[in-house]
């Protein structure tokens, strides 16, 4: 049995680090339900927090890398666009050509033609020329590079468009020989039929890079769906190192309310023990 002793109340400092240590996890368990996360400092895990934060930074690479091929696939859908256009100019002008090919128009009608045919080139020189995206030319040769990543080094995907030079002197490539109307004009039957081969083959050019550029949209899109998936993925696996199990911490806040109140009871009743002493001395 233990000796009476107003020196030291060791009951009580022993109920004070009880309740320290009670009050503590109840703060802890209080944290957790209003934030919804199970780590909250560097301490609560810190390999978890670690891992967590890695996963967050794939997360956020891959969201934006989402967003730099989505905008990859809006500049082709642009430049498709554009192609479009050039397409039905040049079916116009197989139209003219045709007119004009025909041995019942006059020279003053193949004038009239020729113009025509004149600001149909102007514009597919316009087009070429002044298509931009994000104020940059699109078909001035160049290639756009999209890039996309997790973070890591290893997690790196890169798209290579290229969109060429468009005007009416470069419509594409039959074999080995860049496509051109440039030079072709309707002022005579002759020089219309002539054109037509030209046109007919600067359709087919147009219809190529189309066909190029239509490939790299399929890619970006097919990218922008892997991607997605892994963000759902690696979303999962942070919740799971992150989130608080909302019943766990709901029955540790019963637990722990009711400890602080027996603590504190227990801390009463150690003080009141040295009381006794006095009765020695009555």
């Known amino acids: ?20 240590m009670t009050q503590t996890s109840l703060n802890q368990t209080l944290t957790a339900l209003s934030s919804g996360m199970r ?3 560097g301490a609560d895990d810190p390999a978890g927090l670690a891992i967590a934060n890695g996963l967050e930074a794939n997360i956020t690479a891959l969201t934006q890398s989402v967003q730099n091929a989505t ?11 554009a ?3 050039i397409t039905a100019l040049l079916n116009s002008a197989v139209s003219l050509a045709t007119e004009s090919a025909n041995g019942t128009v006059s020279d003053q009608q193949r004038t009239a033609l020729q113009a ?10 316009s087009i070429g020329g002044n298509t931009t995206y994000n104020g940059q030319a699109i078909f001035n040769g160049a290639t756009t590079v999209i890039y996309m990543s997790d ?19 470069n419509l594409g490539v039959v074999g080995t020989s860049t496509i051109s109307i440039a030079g072709d004009d309707l002022s005579t039957a002759s020089d219309a039929q002539a054109a037509l081969t030209d046109l007919n083959n ?3 050019g147009i219809a190529g890079l189309r066909g190029n550029l239509g490939a790299d949209s399929n890619q970006l899109s097919s990218a922008v769906n892997v991607m997605n998936v892994q963000i759902t993925n690696l979303t999962n696996a942070e919740d799971g190192i992150m989130a608080a199990n909302i019943g766990t911490e709901t029955s540790n806040l019963s637990k722990f309310s009711i400890l602080q109140q027996t603590g504190i009871a227990a801390l009463q009743q150690a003080n009141s023990l040295q009381q006794n002493v006095l009765k020695l001395l009555q």
């Open 116 to 125: 025509e045919f004149t600001s149909i080139q102007t514009e597919i020189n």
């Open 39 to 41: 780590i909250n400092t």
């Open 1 to 20: 049995m233990g000796s009476l002793s107003i020196l030291n109340n060791i009951p009580a400092l022993e109920a004070m680090n009880e309740l320290g």
């Open 151 to 169: 973070s890591s080094g290893a997690g790196v995907n890169t798209v290579t468009i290229n969109f060429g030079t468009v005007n009416s002197s």
């Open 83 to 85: 192609l479009s256009q």
């Open 202 to 204: 600067a359709i087919q």
């Open 71 to 81: 905008d990859g696939v809006g500049e082709l859908q642009v430049a498709d666009g």
